[in-house]
């Protein structure tokens, strides 16, 4: 089975500060995601990247930005943390249309 | 546009019963439909795919199903358990990149 491993459960960070959330999926996905999920809202997508070095915006970029400098790995930054952006963060991958697979969530406190 | 709506939004049942969770969506021409279950506080964990050519899958205790004419799917619980109590979220992908997802079904079941 695919696995797809979020850095941290649980983070607390302050305004301002420059947030990195990490995931790694170790099954040459090509498709990796990063959503956010609040309550009433559901699942709204931040970014995408469909290969290396590769990223599209999604619904909600405002405030965020990715890295993808390996297949493997997708980052999501947030540049100077709001307290708006306080959220469960979720990451996913797929391989071509295939079904998708989520890491365990990032629960971010900004304060 | 692609719109998912799910039914009930909450369903309480007593363990033992046999339930059904509806998913419908709008356009018919999506490459996939998936279920997910989601603990509070938690990731989504991928239950069954269904490929557009399919129409259904089993795994242990559930079964989906998908009629693309109707735009429905259902997943079906047989013999419920306490376990089994989370939010359910369907997804429907309309192309490699886009996935619409569900605002989710709260199943409690009471032992």
């Known amino acids: 089975d695919v696995k797809v491993t979020q850095s941290s459960r649980y983070l607390v960070k302050r305004t301002g500060e420059k947030v990195f959330l990490e995931c790694v999926q170790d099954?040459?996905?090509?498709?990796m995601f990063w959503y956010r999920q609040d309550p009433g809202l559901g699942l709204r997508l931040i970014y995408f990247?469909?290969?290396?070095?590769?990223?599209e915006k999604g619904d909600i970029p405002e405030g965020y930005s990715v890295s993808r400098e390996k297949k493997e790995r997708f980052s999501l930054i947030l540049e100077s943390a709001s307290t708006n952006q306080t959220s469960m963060y979720l990451c996913?991958?797929?391989?071509?249309?295939?079904?998708?697979?989520f890491g365990s969530g990032t629960r971010l406190t900004v304060v | 546009k692609q719109e998912v709506t799910q039914i009930p939004a909450a369903l309480s049942v007593p363990e033992g019963e046999n339930l059904v969770l509806n998913c419908s969506f709008t356009?018919?021409?999506?490459?996939?439909l998936q279920w997910f279950r989601q603990d509070p506080g938690k990731g989504l964990t991928s239950l069954l795919l269904?490929?557009?050519?399919?129409r259904e899958q089993t795994s242990g205790r559930l079964n989906a199903s998908l009629d693309k004419s109707s735009g429905r799917s259902t997943l079906y619980i047989a013999a419920s358990q306490p376990g089994d109590s989370a939010t359910y979220l369907c997804?429907?992908?309309?192309?490699?990149?886009?996935?619409?997802f569900g605002p989710g079904t709260s199943l409690s079941v009471i032992p």
């Open positions: 990247s469909y290969d290396v070095k590769m990223k």
């Open positions: 099954m040459d996905h090509e498709n």
């Open positions: 269904i490929q557009s050519s399919q």
């Open positions: 997804a429907a992908k309309t192309s490699y990149d886009k996935v619409i």
């Open positions: 356009d018919s021409a999506i490459y996939n």
């Open positions: 996913a991958s797929s391989l071509g249309t295939g079904g998708y697979t």
